[in-house]
C-alpha cells in the first residue's frame, strides 16, 4: 500500500487538520519569561509547535506560515517583573512623572501668554476647564523661580480625566517665541557646562555645580527635539569651561609628552642651525617673504658656511627667539627644515646627511650619544612629525614622537622615570577644549559659542602657545575663547632655574631663596602677552579670542607688582633701546640686542643651567654682582613689542585684559637722562636690583611655598600602561 501523505487529503480536510495541529488549549501567553525570551508559549508552559509548518513550501502557504496559529489560539498577555524590568519601570514611571511636571508648570508660568485665537480654540475645546484657563489669562506672569511651587499647589486635573488635562497643559499649544524663551531658561545652567579632568576622563559635560546636565525635556517629543536643535540649544546658551588635566595616568603621559616634545624641539633647532647654510635662492625668497623678522638669521646662516658642533651643541650657543614669540620662532625653524626641503633637492640632500650632535643630558651632564640613532632614521623625520604641542596625544602619537626623534637609548626610560618624579604634570585647559572640539560630531561643532579656558595650574609643553590650536575653529564656528590665565598658581611660578615643580620643591638642594623672584616676573607675564597677541597674525578671526590675567584671590598685591616689577622692566627696555639709537652706549648686534646670549629662552646644558643659577645666586646677595664685564647682550631685554603691548594693556586697546590694576607706565625719558653716563656693564648689573628682588606672599594667599607644593604628590606611582 502506498504510504499516507497529507497532501493528498482533499483541502476541507486538510485545513480541519491544521486546525487541530495549531490550536492550543488556553491558547498562547505572554507573560515575563516570555517578554524577556522574545517568544510566546502555550497557556501550559510548554513551547509552541510549528514543526508542521515548515515541512514542505505548500503546508507553509496552506497554514500561512504559522499565522493560522494566531487566527486561532487566544494570546494572554500578563503583567511583566523582573530585578531589571522593575527599576526600569520606575525609572520610566519617575520620567513620565518629570516630564508633566515639566509641562505644568511652563504652563502654569506661561499661560497668560496665549495668544487671544489660540484662547478661544482651547475653550471651544475644553469647555469645563474654562475657570483655570481664565485664572491664568487674568493672573499675570508667574516667575520662572516659581514653576516648581506652582506645580505643586495647582494639581488639577480639575475633573477631568488626566489626560484631557494634560492635553491642554502641552507646551506645543504656546506660540513658538514664548516656546523659545522657554527652552533657553530650561537649558540654561548657572556657571554654564563644565570640563575638568572627570568629566573629560568620563567623556561628559557636566554643570559647573558639578551636577549632570538635564536634557529630559528634549526627549519628549520630536518637534521639541528640533525645536532645541537636539540638544544644541543648551551649548549655545551655556559657556563652556574647560580646566587643566590632572590624574596619576594623564600626569605620566603628560610628562612624557613633555620631554619628548622638548627633545624634538631640540632636535629641529640642532638641525636647523647645522644645514641652514644650504639654503637656496628660492627656498631663501620665501621665507623671507614669510619670516621678514627673521631675515638677519638666514643672511647670517648663508654667510657662515657650515658649522660643526663642539662640546656644546648647536642648539644651546644661540637662543632664540630674537624678540619674537617663542612659538612663532618654533614655526619657522619647522618652515625653513619643511618648505626648503620639499622644493629643493640639494638642501635635502644636505639635510638627509646631517648627523646631528643632540641630546638631552642625563643627570650626570652625559650627552646621549650618536650611534643610539635608529637605522633609517633621517632627520627629516624630525621635520615633519605633525605632532602639535597643544595635543592630549594617543599612544600611536606617542610612539610617532619618540620614533620622530630618532632615539633607541637603552637609557631612555631611566632618564624619563627622573624626569616625572613627584611632580604633577598637567594638559593645558586649552589642549582639552581642542580635544573635546577635534572629536565631537561637526554637529555640536556648530552649536558651540563660548569657551572659557581656566588655565589654574601650570601644564606642559609650552602651554602659552596653545591658543593656536583654536585657530581653525574659531575660522570655521562662532565660537568666543576666553583664556583665563591665574598668576599665582600659574604664571609667577615658571622658574628657569628648576626644570620641574619637584627640583622646585628640594629646599635643601635649591641654589636660589625660596620666594618669588623679581626678576623672572616680567619674562613669565610677557611670554604669555606675547602669544597671545601672535593669534591674529596666525588667523585668529578679530574678536574671536581674549586673554584674562587674573590676580584672584589677592588683585591689589598683582598691580603692586605690575607697577613695580612689569611696568619698571618694560621701561627699561625701552630706555636700553633708546640708549643705543641716541649712542649713548656702544653699538651692537642684531644678534646681541634680540637677546640672543642671554639665557631665558632656548635650549640649555647644565654647565649653562649652572652659570646661570651661580649668577642668581649671586645677585641675591648684590644685585648685579654675578655678571661678568665680558657679558654679552642684555638681561633686561624681553619681547619687541612688549613695551606697546603694555601700553595697550594700560590703556583698555587689547585683547589682553587683566582684572586688576596694571599700574601707570613709566617715564621712559627720564630713564634715559638719568643713565646717560652708563655703560652696557652698568645697564646690566642695575637691571637686578628690583626692590624688593624676591617676594613672599600675604593673606589670603598661602605661603609661597605652599603653592609650589601643591604641584607635588608624593603618593603617585607609575600606571600600568604607559605611552612609549
Known sequence: ?????????????????????????????????????????????????????????????????????????????????????????????????????????????????????????????????????????????????????STLHRRGPYGEAPSVFQMTSSLLGLPRELRDLIYKAYVSVEGGYLCDTDAFINGTLKGSNNQPIDLSLVYTCKQIADEMARGGLALRQNTITFTTLYNNDLSYLAGSFDWHTNALDKLRCEIFQGVGYALTDRAYSKLKAQYPQFLPLLDRMRLEGPRVAGVVPLSSERHGSYGEAPSVYREFIKDTLREAALFDDGFRDVVLQHKPHISHADDNGDEIPEKYYRAGWTPLDAAYNPTQLWAIPSGIQMEELFSA????????????????????????????????????PNSVRTQVRKIVLSEDYEAVAHPECHARGLIPFCQKYPIQVERRINLWTNVFQRDINYQSAEARCKWDRRVTPPFLHSDQITDNVSCWIMEALALAPAGMPPSSFTLVLDGAPAPDDCTQIFQSVVQRDVAWQSAWVKSLDLGLLPPISWFERRGEAVLRHGFFTPNDLNHHQVLLATNAIAPG??????????????????????????????????????????????LV????????????????????????????????????????????????????
Open 1 to 149: 500500500m502506498a504510504p499516507f501523505h497529507l497532501l493528498r487529503l482533499p483541502r476541507e480536510l486538510r485545513d480541519t487538520i491544521y486546525k487541530f495541529y495549531l490550536t492550543t488549549d488556553g491558547g498562547y501567553v505572554c507573560d515575563t519569561d516570555a517578554f524577556i525570551n522574545g517568544q510566546l508559549k502555550g497557556a501550559n508552559n510548554e513551547r509552541i509547535h510549528l514543526d508542521l509548518v515548515f515541512t514542505c513550501r505548500q503546508v507553509a502557504a496552506e497554514t500561512e506560515r504559522g499565522g493560522l496559529g494566531l487566527i486561532l489560539n487566544a494570546i494572554t498577555f500578563s503583567t511583566i517583573s523582573n530585578d531589571s524590568l522593575s527599576l526600569l519601570a520606575v525609572k520610566f514611571h519617575r520620567y513620565n512623572h518629570s516630564i508633566d511636571r515639566t509641562r505644568l508648570a511652563m504652563l502654569y508660568a506661561a499661560g497668560h501668554c496665549v495668544p487671544d485665537a489660540v484662547y478661544s480654540e482651547l475653550k471651544t475645546a475644553y469647555p469645563r476647564l474654562m475657570p483655570l484657563l481664565d485664572r491664568m489669562k487674568t493672573e499675570g506672569k508667574q516667575p520662572l523661580l516659581q514653576l516648581e511651587t
Open 625 to 670: 654682582a654675578g655678571v661678568a664685564a665680558d657679558w654679552k647682550g642684555y638681561w633686561g631685554y624681553f619681547f619687541e613689542g612688549l613695551p606697546d603691548a603694555i601700553r595697550d594693556i594700560a590703556e583698555g586697546h587689547s585683547i589682553v585684559r587683566c582684572n586688576f590694576d596694571v599700574g601707570s607706565l613709566w617715564d621712559v625719558d627720564r
Open 673 to 724: 637722562s638719568e643713565h646717560r653716563a652708563w655703560n652696557s656693564l652698568t645697564w646690566q648689573r642695575e637691571w637686578f636690583s628690583h626692590e624688593p628682588r624676591f617676594r613672599e606672599t600675604s593673606p589670603p594667599l598661602p605661603e609661597w611655598r605652599s603653592l609650589l607644593e601643591d604641584n607635588i604628590d608624593n603618593t603617585r606611582v607609575r600606571p600600568s600602561i604607559y605611552h612609549v
Open 405 to 440: 626623534r630618532g632615539r633607541g637609548d637603552p637609557r631612555n626610560g631611566r632618564l624619563q622615570e627622573e624626569y616625572h618624579g613627584s611632580s604633577k604634570w598637567r594638559f593645558s585647559a586649552a589642549a582639552a577644549a581642542i580635544y573635546f572640539l577635534e572629536h565631537v
